[in-house]
């Protein structure tokens, strides 16, 4: 079975950074887009970057253009999202996702395989 396995989720303070990662459990997926996506307490679940299936491209949503940035390793099947400048806002959970095409998508019903997500809470 296809999984998702993201890490490195944590307590930080403002101003702070932290690195998600996301493995799959498939060599497959080196040549899927991959994205980063969160939710929020009562709140939909939001689009956060995306990157293409060789890395050559990337996305990433307006309010974390310019502090996080995402990145690939395909020969760990494993992906990455850099977090700087961590405000309380990012305070949510943080899914990694895949979708069955190399090229960008921005859209969750875009995505085909989705982890269980890791807790990221920023303090003041």
């Known amino acids: 079975q296809v999984q998702l396995v993201e890490s490195g989720g944590g307590l930080v303070q403002a101003g702070g950074s932290l690195r998600l990662s996301c493995a799959a459990s498939e060599r497959t997926f080196s040549a899927y887009a991959r994205a980063w996506f969160r939710q929020a307490p009562e709140k939909e679940r939001e689009f956060v970057a995306t990157?293409?299936?060789?890395?050559?491209?990337?996305g990433y949503g307006d309010s974390v253009k310019g502090r996080f940035t995402i990145f690939r390793d395909n020969a760990k099947n494993t992906v990455y999202l850099q977090m700087n400048s961590l405000k309380p806002e990012d305070t949510a959970v943080y899914y990694c996702a895949a979708r069955k095409n190399y090229w960008l998508a921005y859209r969750r019903d875009e995505y085909d395989y989705w982890g269980q997500g890791t807790q990221v809470t920023v303090s003041a």
């Open positions: 990157i293409s299936g060789r890395g050559s491209a990337t």
